[in-house]
């Protein structure tokens, strides 16, 4: 399968820990996203890389929230000191851009999310 | 700020029927993008259809076209001979050039036998 992977598929967690999803793009895909989308909600953009570099970061990533993608190919997201309403269903998805061009001309392939429960 | 919204949570539609969803956005960018996806149940967003706002022309992708009226700031998705496997959420989208994507709260459709 060459799609787009989450692991885990869900993590129930207690208040306070720290949690860390991965996500793996396809393969030849330089852009990758992520986003948060909680029950009865659109997903909410939370950042995006272009190949290893971090772009554009969402208010909603608070300081408790980091992303990587350290070689450009998967990327990891981390919750630090969770809290209840961490909890939602963090989705990636990644996207292969023309050289320069803008995000609209990308169409974005999801992965099957990640459910965190925080207890 | 950029906001989309989904003003029909639930809608159902016939098998073979033709069924149309709404969405209207707000910004005070003349430059942007919209989109619907599709999220059938346990399974991956997918990309249904896009349209560019300095585009005219509204696009059409087989059985999904969209109506889109800019000074209205509305942007519609039909779909004509609904088939099951068009049961899903949508979910209409948004970005401009500051690379960040809204989506609205979604509509859930059902299409019926």
């Known amino acids: 399968d060459t799609g787009v992977s989450q692991d885990p598929r869900h993590k129930i967690t207690k208040r306070g820990q720290n949690v860390t999803f991965r996500c793996d793009p396809i393969s030849e895909h330089n852009r990758l996203y992520w986003y948060r989308q909680t029950l009865g909600q659109g997903p909410e953009f939370l950042t995006y890389f272009q190949n290893e570099a971090q772009l554009e970061k969402s208010r909603l990533l608070s300081d408790r929230f980091s992303a990587e993608r350290p070689k450009g190919s998967f990327s990891t997201l981390e919750i630090q000191r969770t809290e209840q309403g961490d909890s939602a269903m963090y989705l990636c998805?990644?996207?292969?851009?023309?050289?320069?061009?803008?995000?609209?001309?990308?169409?974005?392939?999801f992965g099957p999310g990640t459910r965190l429960t925080v207890l | 700020a950029q906001t989309v919204t989904q003003s029909q949570p639930e809608m159902s539609v016939q098998e073979a029927e033709t069924v149309t969803l709404s969405c209207t956005y707000d910004?005070?960018?003349?430059?942007?993008?919209l989109f619907w996806y599709k999220q059938p149940p346990s399974r991956q967003m997918i990309l249904v259809i896009r349209?560019?706002?300095?585009?005219?022309q509204n696009a059409t992708e087989n059985r999904f076209s969209v109506n889109f009226q800019k000074a209205a700031k509305s942007f519609s998705l039909k779909i004509s001979d609904s088939q099951l496997g068009d049961t899903a959420m949508y979910f209409c989208a948004f970005i401009y050039t500051g690379n960040q994507f809204y989506f609205g709260t979604g509509t859930s459709l059902t299409v019926i036998p």
């Open positions: 998805a990644s996207s292969s851009s023309l050289a320069g061009g803008h995000l609209s001309t990308d169409t974005q392939y």
């Open positions: 910004t005070s960018e003349s430059n942007y993008y």
């Open positions: 349209q560019e706002a300095y585009k005219q």
